[in-house]
């Protein structure tokens, strides 16, 4: 079986789908699943940028690395605007360019500002409102020991 990069058909098949404009991104214009660029290798839809990747380093990254953006376009295959990195790095790469929707969030759900010294950030990585961590800790601590199912008086 031949490989994506040695596969002329396929090269052709890839090239056909991509927009070559005076940008500097190469945007897909295949079929998308979820916002992102993708296409059928083998019978199985790939993601198109990781594709791209693999084409142009003429290599299979091992399996839990993706094909980052460093345009953070999710459609654009121009092997120079991507990296191989795991998921982790991929999300605190996002986090630093300030990709997540809810970075912008200024206020927790009940009202209570999320900056200072009022958050901190979860293993995760998301911001968690100190103040309401308390309640939900004391509400805990409050019911600690308590039998989730009432026992009735035994016979």
């Known amino acids: 079986m031949l490989e994506p990069w040695e596969d002329d058909a396929f090269l052709a098949r890839f090239a056909a789908k991509i927009m070559r404009g005076d940008g500097s991104c190469w945007v897909w214009s295949g079929a998308t699943v979820r916002g992102r660029a993708s296409i059928k290798f083998r019978g199985i839809a790939v993601s198109a940028p990781r594709l791209a990747k693999i084409i142009h380093d003429r290599a299979w990254p091992s399996p839990e690395l993706q094909a980052c953006h460093t345009c953070d376009n ?30 912008k969030k200024s206020h927790c759900s009940a009202g209570h500002s999320l ?26 601590r409050s019911t600690e020991g308590e039998s989730a199912i009432p026992q009735g008086d035994a016979q």
Not at 78 to 100: C, I, M, P, S
Not at 116 to 134: D, K, P, T, V, Y
């Open 115 to 140: 900056n200072g010294e009022n958050i901190r950030l979860s293993r995760q990585g998301h911001r968690i409102c100190r103040i309401c961590a308390a309640a939900r800790q004391r509400r805990w």
């Open 74 to 103: 999710p459609l654009c295959v121009k092997a120079d605007h991507l990296w191989w990195g795991t998921n982790q790095e991929n999300a605190l790469d996002a986090a630093a360019k300030g990709r997540f929707p809810s970075q």
